[in-house]
């Protein structure tokens, strides 16, 4: 059975930065798209990152780029989400996903794309 297992999370202060981490486990298949969601309080879940199978194609919502960057370790089945310059709207429940197939494509925000979710790690970055 597979498995997603995210941690890093915590609280820092605003323009503090986190590491985030999700551990694979229970998967043999080909490496796939695999995706950071986050749910603020009273916001919808919504993606953040995501990075296809082989880790040439990366995809970031508009409201990260060029503060969070997503990398993946395929021989250690681990996700990363460094995340720098954190502001107090990016303080969320963060969770990674693994779709089902190599590629993410531009719909890769769809959350009906996914078939893994881990159970979440909670990040708050105050003011």
């Known amino acids: 059975q597979v498995q997603l297992v995210e941690s890093g999370g915590g609280s820092v202060q605003a323009g503090g930065s986190l590491r985030l981490s999700c551990a694979a486990s229970?998967?043999?298949?080909?490496?796939?798209?695999m995706a950071w969601f986050r749910q603020g309080p009273g916001k919808e879940r919504e993606g953040v990152a995501a990075?296809?199978?082989?880790?040439?194609?990366?995809y970031y919502a508009d409201s990260v780029k060029g503060r969070f960057t997503v990398s993946r370790d395929n021989p250690k089945n681990t996700l990363y989400l460094q995340m720098n310059a954190l502001k107090p709207d990016d303080t969320a429940m963060y969770y990674c996903?693994?779709?089902?197939?190599?590629?993410?494509?531009?719909?890769?925000?769809?959350?009906?794309?996914?078939?893994?979710w881990g159970q979440g790690t909670r990040v708050t970055a105050s003011s």
């Open positions: 996903a693994a779709a089902f197939s190599e590629y993410c494509t531009g719909d890769w925000s769809t959350q009906s794309r996914y078939r893994y």
């Open positions: 229970g998967y043999t298949g080909s490496p796939v798209c």
């Open positions: 990075i296809s199978g082989g880790g040439f194609s990366i």
